[in-house]
């Protein structure tokens, strides 16, 4: 087979490019080792900048997204019993949209589906070839067949534990990586959320935070040790714990009920430099991840995308390069300024096994600043609705 652009990951990096590369007419194949089926049952990312709002729709896929998505104008930080409200509307000019990942990623395969673009699932044993040639090619086996794909760009958005980044010799790759003693158990359930916006609450007892997918739908975390198994935790367990991290108040009003998801994430900060080698791209979760905390991974996968089409719409339409010769460095740009995002975030929210009385209290400090400093809730709300691409 032959294309223009070999794209391996068919999550929300990967499809976003197709998509929007086959609208200016370049030609993409999508290579996903999962079923759909797979794909369409992770329950992840809820919270999308306005950045990642304006690709969907330039991708032609933000219809839905705009009708069942909700604005979100504010959160809330709990802390020692009270709840502060950061307003983003007023400090930023911005807000954000919660709209579940697993929604707009169903939305990208139907686009897909409807434009016949070129999408193979369950491809296995991924390789990639001759990526500093001119005309680099990618294989997979199809049962007892080596299919074989050439192509001019390869484009990796095959997540954190994808092939492509480790197609890079250990010599080109530089890795920057910071492992947090903790995890998040998720919980999806057929209840009213508590609140009508996010609520990040810090307790000596573990970070909590209550998000939301619709007025019918919650999404709750707790932080819990990475010795945990999600067997460990019963629906009533996972309930009570939640209630014990939050204000009085909100525990009292609570609406529980069976989970329908419950799985644990662990925490890590991970960049890997350069994001390109010869003609392979890496993009989104295949370069980087940060602590699910602020909500920076999808969001940041969305930069990398908006430069990646950019620059391969300039090289294919203009013959102009330059996008594609200055990738790496504009996206490690944003991609370090989210990174430093995340970490400031879960270092504030989180209880550490090893922290000693002095960091608890600049914790203290840091929250009593934050909320009494209209500078300081600027900063965050800037971040928050997302850096400009
Ligand atoms: P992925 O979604 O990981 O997709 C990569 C795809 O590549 C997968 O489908 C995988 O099956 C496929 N693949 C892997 N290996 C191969 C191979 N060898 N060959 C072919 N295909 C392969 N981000 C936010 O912005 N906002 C949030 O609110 C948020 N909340 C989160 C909550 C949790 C609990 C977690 C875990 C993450 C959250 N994130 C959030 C992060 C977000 O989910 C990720 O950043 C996002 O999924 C990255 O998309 P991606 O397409 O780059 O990678
Ligand atoms: C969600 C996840 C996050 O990491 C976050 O900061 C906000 C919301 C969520 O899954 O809803």
């Not at 958005?157 to 010599?171: E, Q, T, Y």
Request: net charge negative; glycine share 8%.
């Amino acid at each position: 087979m032959k294309t223009q652009v070999c794209i391996i990951g068919g999550g929300p990096s990967g499809l976003m490019l197709s998509q929007l590369l086959h609208l200016k007419g370049i030609d993409t194949i999508l290579l996903e080792r999962q079923s759909r089926e797979y794909v369409l049952g992770r329950i992840r990312a809820g919270v999308l900048e306005h950045g990642f709002a304006a690709l969907m729709r330039e991708a032609q896929c933000g219809d839905r997204m705009d009708r069942e998505g909700e604005i979100h104008n504010a959160f809330c930080v709990a802390s020692g019993g009270e709840v502060h409200r950061l307003d983003l509307q007023k400090h930023s000019g911005n807000s954000v949209i919660v709209y579940g990942q697993t929604e707009l990623t169903r939305d990208l395969y139907e686009a897909r589906d409807r434009m016949k673009g070129t999408v193979i699932h369950n491809v296995e044993d991924v390789k990639l070839h001759d990526l500093k040639a001119e005309k680099p090619n990618v294989t997979y086996r199809d049962g007892d067949n080596i299919v074989r794909i050439d192509c001019d760009y390869v484009i990796g958005a095959d997540g954190f534990h994808g092939v492509s980044r480790k197609s890079i010799p250990g010599d080109v790759l530089r890795e920057y990586e910071k492992v947090y003693p903790f995890g998040w158990l998720g919980v999806l359930s057929r209840t009213k959320p508590v609140s009508p916006d996010l609520i990040y609450a810090r307790h000596e007892r573990g970070f909590a935070l209550c998000s939301l997918r619709s007025q019918v739908l919650s999404r709750y975390y707790i932080q819990v040790p990475l010795t945990d198994d999600v067997e460990d935790w019963s629906d009533d367990a996972f309930w009570s714990e939640l209630k014990r991290r939050l204000p009085q108040d909100l525990a009292n009003v609570m609406e529980t009920g069976p989970s329908i998801e419950k799985s644990i994430a662990p925490l890590r900060s991970y960049v890997a430099e350069p994001m390109r080698y010869g003609n392979l791209f890496l993009a989104g979760d295949a370069a980087h991840i940060v602590p699910p905390t602020g909500a920076r991974g999808l969001n940041t996968a969305a930069s990398d995308i908006y430069y990646l089409y950019h620059a391969l719409t300039d090289h294919y339409l203009n013959g102009d390069d330059a996008g594609l010769e200055g990738y790496s460095e504009k996206a490690l740009a944003r991609v370090w300024k989210a990174q430093r995002f995340s970490w400031w975030l879960t270092s504030l929210l989180h209880t550490f096994p090893d922290s000693i009385d002095y960091d608890q209290r600049l914790q203290d400090i840091e929250m009593e600043y934050l909320f009494s400093s209209e500078a300081a809730q600027a900063a965050v709300a800037e971040n928050y609705v997302g850096l400009p691409f």
